[in-house]
Every structure is written in structure tokens, then in C-alpha cells.
């Protein structure tokens, strides 16, 4: 996972435990939680977002619903 790239400020298997965690619960809990600063989580999660739409194929994609 790239978390560990330079300047990122977590390991690889932190940065790992981080996106468990924000899929399961607000950022600002795992930021108290955890005693981290919430931008580094935030720039975190959005690098891994858009590096998951980068590989996604959406070519298979029929129709989306939101509630």
C-alpha cells in the first residue's frame, strides 16, 4: 500500500489499519482514537480513492442507487 510513500507519515501496515477502520466508523473517531491529525488520514484516504478509481473498470457498471 503506498501509505509508506515519502512524506506520508504512516507504515504501510498502519495506513492499511486506518482504511479498516475509516470504512467502519467517522474519521474523526479514528483520528481521536488513534491520536493522529485528521488532514494526514484525510490525504490518506484520498489517495487511496482515487488510486481505486484508477484501476476500477466501470465498463461493467449497469446502474447505481443511493439511499
Same mark, same amino acid.
Given at each position: 500500500m503506498p501509505w509508506a510513500r515519502a512524506g506520508a507519515g504512516f507504515a504501510e501496515t498502519m495506513g492499511a489499519f486506518i482504511v479498516v477502520l475509516c470504512s467502519q466508523m467517522p474519521v474523526g473517531a479514528v483520528v481521536r482514537m488513534l491520536g493522529v491529525f485528521d488532514?494526514?488520514?484525510? &490525504?490518506?484516504?484520498?489517495?487511496?480513492?482515487? =488510486? =481505486? &478509481? =484508477? &484501476?476500477g473498470g466501470y465498463i461493467v457498471v449497469r446502474l447505481v442507487s443511493a439511499d
Open positions: 488532514d494526514h488520514v484525510w &490525504r490518506g484516504l484520498d489517495f487511496q480513492v482515487d =488510486a =481505486a &478509481r =484508477a &484501476r
